[in-house]
């Protein structure tokens, strides 16, 4: 057979081409109806492949439309923000802000009033006025009519208002889509009819076919694995959920086992077992979400007169203290917990010198502005040998490991200072040329086993989580871990 050999819906597609040869583009919608089609994807299936014969060419046109949002829906039912408030505005004599801040919401009185000031309103002497009425009710009726004209195609839309909607949350949004048309090319018109007699193509074989001899004449569907093809898409973890269960399967290999527990605990456990001052000034209302309730967390009399030993004056560990007084409404404070510490070092108090290797990957809280690199809320990566003879070599050691299973061989550690371990360093993991801080160590101090009546050496450390999910995925912003940009999510490798 002269030419290529066209799949049965590429003749049907030429051939109706052919046809009205003068016609320089067909639409999707043309090209479903001459050839009687009624799925979209046998068209462009079939335009694709006439494509790479060169007997048609292709033409994708991008259009953005825009439509409303779900504030835009509201807007249009209920009135846009400033028209609420400006109909309120000229419906009073004298429309004072305290009068507003009674009629509406501060919610929408904080904001309604910014969009007026941008209208031209002022506010003198607490009242609000407007040099040029007719100004505003003439914005107000063109940002009106502009939300109740979409949907519409952006290019016809006037720039101004949809610069002004798209800089206002929620109201609009943007949908693109791809038209597409082909045209016919002169080698397509060149191909002759009887090369575009639709055929019987067999696409399976199946047992009945084999029985009988007729696959001998039959035409067999050739398939080009060198296509493109869509990437299918289907559920999977989120890529934060893959990490937490990668680094578990890390130290479940290593022999650790796995601790769990609550985010709600005591200022006593996070900070006081830990050796943390009790005028630290990390444990002030700006670093620590205290709670209201419960009002208190009850805990061991005995146990807090160990600690109160310790820090006022070191106790039985020849630490001097901190000196002061040591206060046990202070311990019985409930908060969220700052760090997964608070867990490690209560499995020891419950489990006084036995050997063991525990961790936990858990949600910490701490009151952060949200920036690049911070959350109130984040994960750290905790864990503690309990051995006799564990030195900081064997903490070092284990750490480089962890973090040579996660594919990062260079790992160097830094002296650093906590209140609750000694020595203590820092661990930085090199990336990209640059050694980046993960997360601390130690061996805990005296002044923390001591109270719990362990003996046994205690190493212990704890590491941000999504510090190294930045590493992994390649982020400079942390906040993109937990936005849910669905395209973004599916376009992350599979850890
Ligand atoms: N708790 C420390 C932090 O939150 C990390 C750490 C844990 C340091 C254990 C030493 C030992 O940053």
Known sequence: MDGPNLLNPERRMLLAMQGQPTKSSWSLDEVLDVCEWNDQAVAVGAGHGLQNHGLVTLEETVLREVRLDGEGERALANGLLEARLWAWMSAQAKPTMGDLQTAFERHEAGPGVGLLKQLGV??????????????????????TAFLHSLPRLSGELDDDLLAHFSGRRGLIATVEHTERSWAITEAGKGIPAEALVE???????????????AWKEAEFRRFDVTLEAASPRTGRSHPMQALIERIRTIFLEMGFS?????YVQSAGWNMDALFIPQDHPAREMQDTFYLEEPAEIPLDETLMASWKAVHEHGGETGSTGWGGAYS??????????????????????????????????????????IDRTHLPEFHQIEGIIVEEGANLQMLVTTLKTFYAKMGYPEVRVRPAYFPY?????????????????????????PEVTEPLGITTPVLAWGMGLERLAMLVLGLDDIRQLYISDLDWLRQQPIL
Request: charged letters at 30%; proline letters at 4%; hydrophobic letters at 40%.
């Open 258 to 262: 796995e601790l769990v527990d609550d």
């Open 421 to 445: 371990t000694e020595p203590s360093l820092e661990i930085e993991v090199k990336w990209r040329g640059k050694w980046l801080e993960l997360g601390g160590a130690g061996i805990f101090r």
């Open 328 to 369: 046990t409404d202070v311990s019985q404070r409930p908060l969220l917990r700052t760090h997964t510490t608070v867990n490690t070092v209560q499995y020891l108090a419950k489990h006084p010198n036995e050997a063991c290797r525990v961790f936990s990957v858990d949600r910490v809280f701490r009151k952060e502005a």
């Open 199 to 213: 055929q019987l193509v067999i696409t399976d074989i199946t047992p009945e076919l084999l029985q009988t001899d």
């Open 122 to 143: 002022s506010i003198e002497g607490g009242v609000l006025q407007a040099a040029d009425a007719e100004a505003v009710n003439s914005t107000i009726d063109q940002r």
